[in-house]
Each structure stands twice: as structure tokens, then as C-alpha cells.
T-cell receptor, first 114, second 113 residues
């Protein structure tokens, strides 16, 4: 049973380009969380999704950021028109249900905006 | 707003010293509580979790945590740390009301031989 898979592991984008980060949850998991990690700032919640639904996106910036978790395929975190401040490690986690289950983390995608 | 607080940002210990890392969460009601560890350059791994039942939870690598509902706390402990415990430790909480999993800012632990 493969763990949570994130790709790419490293992504370099120029300012103004789009970044697409992918997260394939563990088999049987229908809940996905996305987090951003900056040095000295811990893990900041971005968005919580279930299949085909965004449950809570209170941590997402209002502009340029979007997320989806389609019926088939991985969850995608999309950042349009990237800026230097978007440089960070982005982690996703998946769980079977929303409560009373643990969340498993992927290896993360390190985004660098140049 | 839901939040998780970790008051120790950076802890430095010698091997064999005892460890206690504080964690407090802000919301009432039923919660799930977790401690995760992140070794340098790696992803987060679960140390232990509390869903219900015995408030003293034992995890991997000799770690344990105690849920004290009246204090909204879930402190992590280890009687005798090792150099290999050097890592960043994150406390997390999930409220039954929202299912949102929120993390504290983390505690960096350095253990010197």
C-alpha cells in the first residue's frame, strides 16, 4: 500500500508562471489536506477537501490559489502567477475519514520562485 | 478561531535528559489530538494520537502524551532522550465540529551527545 505521493518533489518557477502541485492520497482515503510550511512558521493549514468537494478553504489566499480533488485522479493545488513569497514547502496529507483517523503525509513539494 | 499553541519553540537537551513539550488547543467539544515528528529533510510522521479512552497515550520510540481536558492540553513526554530524537515536533488537533486538522508552530528539539 503506497503512501501519500506528491509530485514533483522540487519545482522551480519564474515569477508570473503557474505552479501545479499534485497529491495522490493513500488507497481508500477520501480526505485530503494541504499545508504550507515556511521556516520558523510551522505548518499552515490551507485547504481541506473530500472527493469533488472543498470542505474548508479558509487558509487559502483569496487570489491566485485554488485546489481541487476530482472523482478520479490526484488532488491538485494550483498557484497562478507565482511570486517570490510563494516559495515554500507544500505538504499534503490524507485520511480515511474526517475524524477518528490519522492523517498520513506526503514527502512534500518544495516550490522555488525565481 | 481554532488554534493550537506550542510554547517551546526551541529546546536543547543533553542525551538522557527528560523531555516535556507543551501543547494547548483552543476549542471545546470533542477533539482528536496528535503529535507528529519531522526529521531533517523528511515528511511528517505520526508519533502518537488520542481519540478517546485512556488520556495517557503511548506512542513510538518511547514517547507518551497526556490529554488533560480541563487544561485543553496534550503535552508530549519522554523520560530519556537520545541524539536521534533531534527533530521538529508538531502538535495537531482536529475538532469534531469542523474536521479541520490544525497544527501548532512546532518545537525544534536538539539533543547533544
Amino acid at each position: 500500500n503506497a503512501g501519500v505521493m506528491q509530485n514533483p518533489r522540487h519545482l522551480v518557477r519564474r515569477r508570473g508562471q503557474e505552479a501545479r502541485l499534485r497529491c495522490s492520497p493513500m488507497k481508500g482515503h477520501s480526505h485530503v489536506y494541504w499545508y504550507r510550511q515556511l521556516p520558523e512558521e510551522g505548518l499552515k493549514f490551507m485547504v481541506y477537501l473530500q472527493k469533488e468537494n472543498i470542505i474548508d478553504e479558509s487558509g487559502m489566499p483569496k487570489e491566485r490559489f485554488s485546489a481541487e480533488f476530482p472523482k478520479e485522479g490526484p488532488s491538485i493545488l494550483r498557484i497562478q502567477q507565482v511570486v517570490r513569497g510563494d516559495s515554500a514547502a507544500y505538504f499534503c496529507a490524507s485520511s480515511q475519514t474526517g475524524r477518528d483517523t490519522e492523517a498520513f503525509f506526503g514527502q512534500g513539494t518544495r516550490l522555488t520562485v525565481v | 478561531a481554532q488554534s493550537v499553541s506550542q510554547h517551546n519553540h526551541h529546546v536543547i537537551l543533553s542525551e538522557a535528559a527528560s523531555l516535556e513539550l507543551g501543547c494547548n488547543y483552543s476549542y471545546g467539544g470533542t477533539v482528536n489530538l496528535f503529535w507528529y515528528v519531522q526529521y531533517p529533510g523528511q515528511h511528517l510522521q505520526l508519533l502518537l494520537k488520542y481519540f478517546s479512552g485512556d488520556p495517557l497515550v503511548k506512542g513510538i520510540k518511547g514517547f507518551e502524551a497526556e490529554f488533560i481536558k480541563s487544561k485543553f492540553s496534550f503535552n508530549l513526554r519522554k523520560p530519556s532522550v537520545q541524539w536521534s530524537d533531534t527533530a521538529e515536533y508538531f502538535c495537531a488537533a482536529r475538532s469534531y465540529n469542523t474536521d479541520k486538522l490544525i497544527f501548532g508552530t512546532g518545537t525544534r528539539l536538539q539533543v547533544f551527545p
